[in-house]
């Protein structure tokens, strides 16, 4: 009885999970073909997308929904091939069951059974567009659109599913006397992670649509919501994840309505008209710096209410917990506030911009590089404490006055900032060379640390790690060498001990691992069990 309830149930989930295509009556840019008039440049009319010398794509497309995402996914077409083969690769990493993989399937396809109903039109459009040159390779998922359409949800998915906190970032802001010049700074360290191969191809995006406010965001081949961006009235937003219930049906992407106030508005109280209305089934923060209003919020919402978080000064500070009157005694929220890295990175933040105002985009830099703990302490590097987890698929710095950005390059934020100026690129009016869009003579130069030994070692214990994660021999003392003041480095040593039987060497890795500064409380609990588990079969022999 109990099987033919499941097979009912999973007859039902693949039927409700079906999502048909948008209908489009102009379909005539199907058949434009991308056109390759230099070397490191393809474009479509005035489209184009081209590989700066610093390893990022930069990508500008433009006119109604279908027709920039046809765009698009031509321009981009390898990209996106790419980029599912990583993201895929890595769930493969994560679930190695093939069988848990079609459970995973149906569970994501009842969570998103209605997703459709929550994405406007024009999105469904413009995705739909994209999904034209989406492989074929990855039907075992889904239909090109349906794939494209539930990887917008992923994010949503995957930090409410697990607990899992993939988007664990850091954001700021400062104004007013806080600045070198007056003018509005805002930094973000998007420290979201699935995989490092997911990370390699950035995308610095500029649209300009049909309706609405042109805009810039940094994103990945296939994605059109935005997670870090700035629109021409000089309007910025970032997402911070907050801590969510398990949701039990679908809503609106976060990254879609982060997407459409971008798009839509232009100040502050427009920001919070659109996102009012609209129902999300995770938690988010969204830091919104406006050049209008000449300030930055945080607009904090839940599946079931929201807040508006105004610290009435002239500087602005974001991590992964609520601060607003409203949402900062919900239950969740104390919860990720004491057992989560948010409230000691939050401090560790105030105590790197209070040293480094009055604020400057080379200065924000810093603060978003920095790799310490509190009061400077030496935590090890790759500490979620720290405001730089060298872990961040991108780093930005927005001038909203002046509309210029900042976009980082790899690794991480360590590599030159490159400054965009919105009002050059979007001047372009189309490209029949390859030539640099960004204003390299504002760059900000590399992190030093990537030229010192520190580095090599993380590196090496980088390496270690990756190398227990996929069942590989693992150099315990170069693992300890090259990170020692960092509580995984002795962690990942007592695993592969752990797994050798050797008992003794990992309860002592344990110990050590214990002596230092663990980023969450679940961390250390962890730890904890598995010491006493080391312990108790040395007792038993």
Known sequence: MLTVL????????????????????????????????????????????????????????????????????????????????????????MVPSTSYQKFL???IGFLNRDLEEHVDSEYQQEIYGISKSASDSFQWIG????????????????HALQGMMLVGCTSFGAWGDKTSNGAMILGRNFDFYVGDEFAKNKIVAFYAPDKGHKFMFVTWGGFTGVVSGMN????????????????????????????????????????????????????????????????????EKTPDDWDVYDPNSDHILCTNHYQGPKLAQQELNREQMA??????????????????????????????????????????????KAVNQLICHHSIIFMPDSLRVWVST????????????????????????????????LNISADSFLQTAAYQGFLKFRNNKQALMHHLPVDTAATIQGNPRFYDAYRVAGDYCRDKTWYVAAANYYRSALKLEIATIAERKSIEHKLQECQKKLQAK
């Open 6 to 93: 499941l097979l009912i149930f999973c007859a039902y989930v693949w039927n409700v999970s079906e999502i048909d295509p948008p209908p489009v009556q102009d379909t005539s840019i199907l058949s434009v073909q991308v056109a390759q008039p230099d070397s490191n440049l393809y474009t479509i009319g005035d489209n184009w997308l081209r590989k700066d010398q610093y390893g990022n794509y930069e990508l500008y497309v433009s006119g109604k929904p279908f027709e920039r995402g046809v765009k698009e996914g031509k321009l981009s077409a390898f990209l996106i091939a790419d980029q599912e083969k990583a993201f895929t690769d890595q769930i493969k990493e």
């Open 105 to 107: 399937r149906y569970v």
């Open 143 to 158: 239909s090109n659109y349906e794939r494209l359409l539930n990887y917008h949800a992923a994010h949503d998915i995957g």
């Open 232 to 299: 021409d009235a000089g309007l910025t937003v970032t997402i911070n994840a907050a801590k969510s219930r398990i949701p039990f049906s679908t809503a609106t992407p976060v990254s879609l309505v982060a997407r459409e106030i971008l798009q839509y508005a232009g100040n502050i109280k427009e920001a919070i008209a659109i996102a009012k209305g609209k129902e999300m089934f995770v938690s988010e923060s969204f830091l919104i710096g406006s050049a209008a209003d000449h300030k930055a919020v945080v607009l």
């Open 339 to 384: 057992e989560s890295a948010s409230v000691y990175r939050y401090q560790r933040l105030q105590e790197l911009l209070q040293g480094q105002y009055p604020l400057s985009p080379e200065r924000a830099a810093l603060v978003l590089r920095d790799r310490a703990g509190l009061q400077g302490a030496d935590i090890g590097n790759g500490n979620e």
């Open 410 to 441: 790899s690794p991480w934020q360590e590599g030159p900032y490159v400054c965009y100026d919105l009002k050059k690129v979007f001047g372009l009016k189309g490209m029949t060379k390859d030539a640099p869009v960004a204003n390299y003579a």
